[in-house]
C-alpha cells in the first residue's frame, strides 16, 4: 500500500509486487497487510484522514463526497438559477418564470466550462465552482472550513488555464494543505474492478472514448455527438411539433418554444434508443461467447417485437408547462427514439460525409478499438465501460454494442476499406495473383534470381519450442483466464467512486500539489512528469517512513501538465 | 412584468474583481488598461458580480478589521448538527459514521417532499377495550399527507414504527430483503477461509450457520458493488505486496532470502532467478465476479423500454426526483423515500483576524445568538421610493427616457454621526445606459441615539445641523420641481433622504445601424432578461469618528481614553435596483 507511488492509474500498476519473493515458497504465510497508516497512526490521525473531500468536475455538475463513500453526496449543478445573486428568491415565488437566455450555443448558459476556451470568462468558472463546492460543503457534507485534503477527478484533456483556475480557486478559497488530481477514466475503470478498459464517456459537451491498459490511458478518440447535441435534437423535436412554421425563426418566439430545462427533462424521461438493424448477425457471432446467449435472443426478440409493432401503444402524452400557453404534447413513441438516431447515431448521413471529430457513437467505439494494439484490443473490447449522462438512455448501450459487432463482422479489423478494396477482394483475379506471388513458385523463381534463399529473420516463422510453451503452461496455472477477444460491457461505479475508493486505499496521486508551492509557483512551477515520478518512486519504495516523506521538492500536474 | 420592488446590494469589498477576470482571446491592451484602472465602475450586469453583491441582511461585520464580511471571507465552525424534521442533535461522531442523513424515522416523500408519517395498515381499535390494546400493531407504512403516497406502492412495509431507517436500510422496493453489508462481510470472510483451509472447514461451518449463499451474477446495488470492490481491492493488494519481516513493504526488505537473493544477483547481470521471481510475483488480477465487485453490463433495456412505451410519462421520475434519489431511478416505482438531511447551526470567524463575528446558541431549538455581529448595525441601510407617489392604477414601469426622481434614505445604525459621501457613473455601464444624477452627494446623518434624548434636546434647542427636516404631504407633492441639487431633501434623527434623479434608457434596438455601439452588435438583437430593470452602481464611502479600539486606547493609557476619537471610513460599492423599462 505504501508501495505504489504515481499517479492513481500508474501507481496501481505499480502494485505489482516489486518484492522478489521466494521463488520455492510463494506462498508464504504473511499476515494481510492493513493499511499501514492505520496501523502506525493514532486513531486520532486516522480520522483526520477521512476527512478526505472528492471532488469531479464536469462540464455540467459538481460531484462532491468523502473519500469512502460510495456515491456522492451533493450533486450540484451549474444552471442559470444556481448563479442568481445571494438572497435572490425570486425562483420559489409563485409562477415565476425561469429566465430565458439568449445564448449563441444551446445550453451554454448551463455549463461550467466549455471546449472552446476563447471569450471564456475565467473568473467566473472560478466563481461558479467557488460557490457550488461552498454549497455542497455546507449544505450536503456539513463541513466546516477547516483545510482538509481534497482528491480532484478531473477529465483526462483538462486545459492548463482550467486546471489552474480550478487549482487557484481550491487553494485561496478552501486552503486545503494539498490537492491531489486523478484522472476520470483510470478511475472509471477501478470503479468497475478493471485494470483495463475502453471507458466510453458519453458526456455533455462530447464523448470521448479512452483505451485504458493496465492503468493507463493508451489512446482518447472523442466526438462532439454527446448528452449537449442530443439535447438540442429534442429541442428541434418539441418546437417543430409544436410550431412548425416558426420554428424557423427561433428568436422571435422564444415564449412559444420550451425551456431548456423542460427539453431536458423529456430527453432524460422519455427518450429511448431503437435497437439496432443488425440483431441477426449480432446473433451469430454471440454463438461464439460463452455469455447466457439464450437471454440475449430472447431480449432482442422483444426488443424487436416493440421496434415492429409501432401502433401498439405508440402514443405518448407529454405535459409542456415553459411554452405559453402550456399544452400537452401527443406524440408517436417512436417519434422519441429520433433524437438519438439523429445526434448520436447520424442517422441518414453516409459515413463518408462525416467529420473526424462528428463519428456516431458505434462508429468512434469501432475505430478507437481499430487503433489499439491488437493486444490491448482483444483485452478492452471485452471491456467496454459505459458512464456519463447519456449512457443511462434506454437501449443505448445495446445499440452501441451490437453496431459495434456488426462493424465488427463486416469488416474485421480491416482499417483499409473502400470501393476499391471490396473489388480487389471480390474478384478473383486479382487474388489469384496475389496468391500466385506468395506461392512456393514464386520463391522458386527469386531462388534463381538472389542467391540468398534464406529471407530476413523477420519473416521467419518462430521455430516451435515445446519447452516454452511447457513452462508457459506452468506459469499460467495458477492464473485464471484473462477474458478477452469478445465484446462485453462491464458496468462501473464511475469516477467518482473511483476516487473515493482510491483514496480510501490510501493509493497516493503521482500529481499532488500542496499548498505552498501551488501559491509560490503556480502552474509554472510543475515539473514535468517523469522528473518526479523516478524521484517519488524511489523515496516511496522505503516503506511507512517514506510514505509521509515531507515535503516534495516540486510537483507534478501529472497529465495535464 | 408585474410589480418590482426596489432593492439594494452591496458589494463585499474582498472581492478583487480586477485581478482574475480575463477573457482568453481578448487583446492583452484592453486587459492592462482594464488593470491600471483601479478606479474602474462597478458593472452590476456583469456575470460575475452575481457572485459578490449581497443583501444587506447577509453581510456581517469584523469590529477588529472594520470591514464588512460576506459568506466567502468567512470561515464556518460547525456548533450542532441537528435534524429539521426531529430536531433532535446528532453527534459528530454519528454524523460522520452514519453520514448527513437523519438516520430515525424522518424521511421525506420522494413525489412531493413532503415529511412522511407512520401509519399502521391496521384499522386503530375500536369499542370496548379499545385504550387496553397496547397501540397500533401489525404492518406500518410510510404515508405523504400531502399528495397520498404512501411506501405500500412500492411494497415496503415495516414491522415496527421506530427505526425506520434501519428497517428500510434492509427492503428493496418490491419488499425483497436486501443483504446487509454485514452479512457481506462475513460471507467474504468465509470465503477467505475456505480459502485457506480447504473445503471440509467450510462445509462444517456451513451447517452451522447456514450463511446466505451470495449469487455471483447477481446486480448489485452501489453501496454493496463499492464495498465488494474495496473488499477485493485491499486483499489484492496485501497478496500482491507481502509484508516481510521487518514491516517493510517493497526492495527494501532485507530480512526476506528473496531480498538477499535479487541482491546477489544484482551485479550478475539479468539472472535467472531474478526473472522467474518477477513472473511469479503475483499482479494484482481483475475482479471476476459479483461477489469481487465485478459487474457485467446486462445491455438489455427492453424491459424499461416496454415500461416506458405503454405505462408513458406519468411512470417515470422527473429530474428533480430523480436528483434526491442516491441511484438511478428511472421510474417512479424505483424512487425509495428520502431521509432528511440533517442541518447546522455554525458559527462564523472572520477570516483575517480569526475573531468571531456570529455564534448561535448550541441548543437546537432556541434562535438566540451569543455574538452576532450583523453588518445591519454597522452601516447605513438604504431604501428607496419614488418621489412622485404613483397612482395605483399607473402601471409601476418606468417610461423610458423620461426622467424619474427616486428618494434614498440613508438610516444610520451607529451611535455616532456619519458622513456619507455617493458617488455614481453618469452613464450606468452595459448595452443600454441609464443616466444618473445624485442631487445631493455629501451629507451627514445623525446619530442612532436614544429616542428620548432627541425629544429633549429638541426641546431646549433647535439644532441646525442636526435639526428636523420634514415635508408634509402637500409640501412634498408640490415641491415636485423643488428638489434642488446640493440640498438634503428630508432629515430625521438618524436618518437622511436625498434625491437621485434617473433617465431610463429605451430599450429599442432596431435604431439605425452606425448608432449602435459594437458591443450591441455583438451580444444581438434581443433584449435579455435582466436588461429592463435599471440599475445603478452607487459608490459610498461613510465617514464616523468612533471610539478607538480598545487596545490603542490601553496602549495609549490614562484617564483621558474616553476623549480618544478615531477617525473611521468604510468605502463600498451598492447597487440599487430602481425598476423595471417599459418596453416601447
Redesign the interface.
Known sequence: ???PSGPTHRS?AN?????????GA?T?P?????N?ASTFGSPSSL?AE?DTVILELGSRYLRAGFAG???P?A?IDFGPEE?????DYSRWEVGYVG????EKSWGQSYELWRPD????????V???I??AI?DAF?????????PRRMNLVLPSTLPL?LLS?VL?TLFT?FQPPAISLMSAPVLTTV?????SALVVDIGWAETVVTGVYEYREVQSTRSVRATKMFGEAMFKLLADDIRPTISQRE?ASRKSLPSL?EC??IA???A?CK?GKYVETRKLSRELTP?KEE??VK??M??LS?SGDPD???M????LSSINPPESLLLP?SKLAEPCENALFAAGVLPEDLDDEELPLHLLVYRSLLQLPVDVRSICMSRIV?TGGGS?I??L??RI?DEVAYLINQQNWNPVKGRAVDEYRSNPKLQRTKSRRRGPTAILEEQGVMETPVPSAALIEQEYDPIEEQLKKE?AKG??P?ESGHL????S?GAW?GG??LS??KVPAISMIEREQWLQHGAAGASRLIDVNVIAAHRQ????GAFKSGDRSSFTLGLWG | MTSFTPYTYFLCPCTDTSTSTRNLGDSPSAESEENSDDERTFDPRAARSNYSLYPLEHLLYCEDCHQIRCPRCVLDEIVTWYCPNCLFEVPSSTVKSEGNRCTRSCFQCPICVAPLSVSSLEAPPEGLGAELASGQNGPFVLNCAYCMWSSKEIEIQFDKPNGIFAQLAKIKNGGEPIITAKDRRKDREERGKRHFSGSSAAEEYQESEAPITLDPNERLDPESQFSNLKAFYQTQMAESSPVSALGFTGDYGYGSPGALSRIMGLYTGGSFADKKSKSKSGTMREARDALEGLQIDPLSSSEAITKLSTEGWESTASCAQRHEQTTHTPFISDLRPIAYLLRTKRSKRCKTCRHILSKPESKVQTTRFRIRLVALNYIPSIIIKPLQPTLLTASTLLTPLKPVQFLLTFKNPLFDAVKVTLATPAKTPGRFPTKVTVLCPQFEVGANTDVWDEALRDNNTKSSLSGEKRRTKAEASEGQHQAEAGKVWERGRNWVSVVVEVVPPSLRIDGSEWLKSEEMKRDGEEVRDGEDVVEIPVFVRVEWEGEAGGEESGLGGGGKDKEVREKRELAYWCVLGLGKVALD
Request: aromatic share 4%.
Open positions: 500500500m505504501s508501495a496501481v502494485i505489482r509486487s516489486p518484492s522478489s519473493a521466494v521463488p510463494p508464504t504473511h499476515t494481510p497487510l492493513r499501514i480520522r477521512e463513500d460510495a456515491v453526496k450533486l448563479q442568481k445573486r445571494a438572497g429566465e430565458r437566455r439568449d476556451l476563447r471569450g471564456l470568462d475565467l473568473g467566473l472560478g466563481d461558479k467557488d460557490r461552498r455546507t449544505k450536503y457534507l456539513l463541513i466546516d472550513s477547516r488555464p483556475v487557484d478559497n470503479a468497475a474492478g478493471l485494470r428568436s430545462e431536458e427533462e432524460i424521461r422519455m429511448w435497437p455469455v437471454d440475449e431480449t432482442s422483444r426488443a416493440i401498439a401503444g405508440s405518448v402524452s407529454i405535459p413513441f459505459f443511462v434506454p437501449g448501450r445495446k454494442l506459469a492464473k485464471p484473462v462485453r460491457a462491464v458496468d461505479l467512486a473515493s475508493l480510501q486505499l519504495s522505503m516503506g511507512p
